[in-house]
Protein backbone atom coordinates (compact mmCIF):
# COMPACT_ATOMS: atom_id res chain seq x y z
CA UNK A 1 0.00 0.00 0.00
CA UNK A 2 2.61 2.46 0.98
CA UNK A 3 4.50 1.75 -2.65
CA UNK A 4 1.05 3.70 -4.32
CA UNK A 5 0.94 6.51 -1.52
CA UNK A 6 2.21 9.15 -3.78
CA UNK A 7 -0.65 8.88 -6.46
CA UNK A 8 -3.21 8.15 -4.50
CA UNK A 9 -2.36 11.12 -2.14
CA UNK A 10 -1.66 13.69 -5.20
CA UNK A 11 -4.82 13.29 -6.80
CA UNK A 12 -6.40 14.42 -3.61
CA UNK A 13 -3.96 17.24 -2.99
CA UNK A 14 -4.85 19.06 -6.63
CA UNK A 15 -8.71 18.24 -5.71
CA UNK A 16 -8.28 20.56 -2.82
CA UNK A 17 -6.42 23.06 -4.24
CA UNK A 18 -7.99 23.51 -8.00
CA UNK A 19 -11.83 24.07 -6.63
CA UNK A 20 -13.03 28.09 -6.32
CA UNK A 21 -13.23 29.53 -2.49
CA UNK A 22 -16.04 29.08 -0.95
CA UNK A 23 -17.48 31.26 2.25
CA UNK A 24 -17.92 29.85 5.57
CA UNK A 25 -19.96 30.76 8.49
CA UNK A 26 -19.30 31.46 12.33
CA UNK A 27 -20.65 28.05 14.45
CA UNK A 28 -19.19 27.68 17.57
CA UNK A 29 -16.76 27.73 20.54
CA UNK A 30 -14.98 25.54 22.63
CA UNK A 31 -11.98 25.29 24.87
CA UNK A 32 -9.06 23.28 25.24
CA UNK A 33 -8.26 21.09 28.21
CA UNK A 34 -4.58 23.44 29.04
CA UNK A 35 -3.38 20.56 31.50
CA UNK A 36 -4.17 17.67 29.20
CA UNK A 37 -3.39 19.36 26.00
CA UNK A 38 0.40 20.70 27.55
CA UNK A 39 0.79 16.97 28.80
CA UNK A 40 0.41 15.66 25.15
CA UNK A 41 2.53 18.31 23.72
CA UNK A 42 4.95 17.69 25.40
CA UNK A 43 5.24 14.09 25.27
CA UNK A 44 5.30 14.13 21.03
CA UNK A 45 7.42 16.99 21.37
CA UNK A 46 10.02 14.49 23.36
CA UNK A 47 9.15 11.32 20.95
CA UNK A 48 9.52 13.40 17.99
CA UNK A 49 13.04 14.09 19.17
CA UNK A 50 13.82 10.99 19.45
CA UNK A 51 12.70 10.23 16.08
CA UNK A 52 10.36 6.98 18.11
CA UNK A 53 7.84 7.04 14.86
CA UNK A 54 5.31 4.50 16.65
CA UNK A 55 5.56 6.49 19.78
CA UNK A 56 4.82 9.38 17.73
CA UNK A 57 1.79 8.39 16.48
CA UNK A 58 0.87 6.83 19.38
CA UNK A 59 0.93 10.31 21.23
CA UNK A 60 -0.50 12.08 17.91
CA UNK A 61 -3.86 9.64 18.66
CA UNK A 62 -4.37 10.39 21.56
CA UNK A 63 -3.61 14.43 20.82
CA UNK A 64 -6.13 14.38 18.17
CA UNK A 65 -8.67 12.02 20.55
CA UNK A 66 -8.29 14.90 23.18
CA UNK A 67 -9.13 17.64 21.02
CA UNK A 68 -11.84 16.15 18.88
CA UNK A 69 -13.50 15.21 21.86
CA UNK A 70 -13.86 18.78 22.96
CA UNK A 71 -14.87 20.17 19.92
CA UNK A 72 -18.77 19.80 20.22
CA UNK A 73 -22.00 20.29 18.04
CA UNK A 74 -25.42 19.66 19.02
CA UNK A 75 -24.02 18.08 22.14
CA UNK A 76 -21.71 15.72 20.23
CA UNK A 77 -18.53 15.77 20.06
CA UNK A 78 -16.37 15.52 16.97
CA UNK A 79 -15.92 12.04 15.67
CA UNK A 80 -12.31 10.98 16.12
CA UNK A 81 -10.02 10.16 13.17
CA UNK A 82 -7.46 7.50 12.75
CA UNK A 83 -3.65 9.10 12.59
CA UNK A 84 -1.47 7.37 10.51
CA UNK A 85 2.62 8.46 10.81
CA UNK A 86 4.96 7.69 8.30
CA UNK A 87 8.91 8.03 7.46
CA UNK A 88 10.06 9.90 4.51
CA UNK A 89 7.90 13.40 3.29
CA UNK A 90 7.45 11.83 -0.82
CA UNK A 91 8.67 14.13 -2.93
CA UNK A 92 8.68 15.23 -6.80
CA UNK A 93 9.69 17.89 -8.33
CA UNK A 94 6.62 20.06 -7.16
CA UNK A 95 7.79 19.41 -3.54
CA UNK A 96 7.18 17.23 -0.44
CA UNK A 97 4.09 15.96 0.86
CA UNK A 98 3.60 16.87 4.50
CA UNK A 99 0.09 15.50 5.20
CA UNK A 100 -2.98 14.01 3.42
CA UNK A 101 -6.71 13.89 4.82
CA UNK A 102 -9.11 10.61 3.86
CA UNK A 103 -12.67 11.76 5.03
CA UNK A 104 -14.61 8.88 5.89
CA UNK A 105 -17.27 7.18 3.44
CA UNK A 106 -19.07 4.58 3.01
CA UNK A 107 -16.04 2.14 2.73
CA UNK A 108 -14.36 3.81 5.74
CA UNK A 109 -16.12 4.62 8.71
CA UNK A 110 -13.46 6.68 9.85
CA UNK A 111 -11.64 9.45 9.05
CA UNK A 112 -7.99 9.36 8.28
CA UNK A 113 -4.86 11.93 8.16
CA UNK A 114 -1.12 10.84 7.31
CA UNK A 115 1.46 12.67 8.67
CA UNK A 116 5.43 12.46 7.25
CA UNK A 117 8.13 12.98 9.83
CA UNK A 118 11.50 13.24 7.72
CA UNK A 119 12.36 15.26 5.60
CA UNK A 120 12.25 14.59 1.69
CA UNK A 121 15.83 15.40 0.80
CA UNK A 122 17.96 14.86 4.31
CA UNK A 123 15.62 12.21 5.65
CA UNK A 124 15.65 14.62 9.04
CA UNK A 125 13.03 14.29 11.46
CA UNK A 126 10.91 17.73 10.96
CA UNK A 127 10.84 20.62 13.42
CA UNK A 128 8.40 19.71 16.51
CA UNK A 129 6.47 22.98 15.60
CA UNK A 130 5.89 21.74 11.90
CA UNK A 131 4.62 18.52 12.64
CA UNK A 132 2.34 20.25 14.94
CA UNK A 133 1.24 22.86 12.60
CA UNK A 134 0.56 19.72 9.69
CA UNK A 135 -1.31 17.93 12.78
CA UNK A 136 -3.76 20.98 13.04
CA UNK A 137 -3.84 21.12 9.24
CA UNK A 138 -5.47 18.29 8.26
CA UNK A 139 -7.17 18.36 11.70
CA UNK A 140 -8.74 21.24 10.11
CA UNK A 141 -9.85 19.08 6.71
CA UNK A 142 -11.65 16.65 9.16
CA UNK A 143 -13.83 19.73 10.68
CA UNK A 144 -14.56 20.72 7.58
CA UNK A 145 -16.65 17.47 6.68
CA UNK A 146 -17.56 16.43 10.33
CA UNK A 147 -18.36 20.03 12.08
CA UNK A 148 -19.21 22.44 9.21
CA UNK A 149 -21.07 19.35 7.56
CA UNK A 150 -19.23 20.34 3.86
CA UNK A 151 -18.49 18.56 0.91
CA UNK A 152 -15.49 19.02 -0.02
CA UNK A 153 -12.72 21.22 2.26
CA UNK A 154 -10.95 23.72 0.78
CA UNK A 155 -7.71 25.44 0.99
CA UNK A 156 -9.59 28.99 1.89
CA UNK A 157 -8.57 32.14 3.89
CA UNK A 158 -11.01 30.85 6.62
CA UNK A 159 -9.37 27.70 6.27
CA UNK A 160 -5.98 29.06 7.26
CA UNK A 161 -6.87 31.46 9.86
CA UNK A 162 -8.54 28.93 11.59
CA UNK A 163 -5.37 26.50 11.46
CA UNK A 164 -4.08 29.54 12.84
CA UNK A 165 -6.11 30.45 15.50
CA UNK A 166 -6.02 26.39 16.65
CA UNK A 167 -2.21 26.18 16.69
CA UNK A 168 -1.96 29.44 18.64
CA UNK A 169 -4.49 27.69 21.11
CA UNK A 170 -2.00 24.74 21.57
CA UNK A 171 0.88 27.44 21.91
CA UNK A 172 -0.55 28.87 24.38
CA UNK A 173 -1.58 25.62 26.50
CA UNK A 174 2.55 24.89 25.92
CA UNK A 175 3.08 28.19 27.50
CA UNK A 176 0.55 27.86 29.98
CA UNK A 177 -1.27 30.63 29.45
CA UNK A 178 -4.93 30.07 30.23
CA UNK A 179 -5.93 33.51 29.56
CA UNK A 180 -6.86 33.08 25.82
CA UNK A 181 -8.07 29.20 26.72
CA UNK A 182 -11.39 29.79 24.35
CA UNK A 183 -11.14 29.25 20.90
CA UNK A 184 -13.68 30.07 18.64
CA UNK A 185 -13.93 28.69 15.37
CA UNK A 186 -16.01 29.11 12.46
ZN1 LIG B 1 -4.72 20.79 3.07
Known amino acids: MKANMPGIFSQYIIHADLRPQQQTRSSGFFKLNIYQTKQLLTELDNQLSQANMDRVEEVSQRLMDSICCQIKKDKKHVPALRVHVLGVRPSDDRGALHGLY ?3 DSDRYRARMYIWMRTAKRHEV ?10 IHELCHHLDYEFYQRQESLHTKEFYRRESCLVKQLWSCLDNESVNNEFSIG
Open 102 to 104: EPA
Open 126 to 135: VAFKTFIRTL
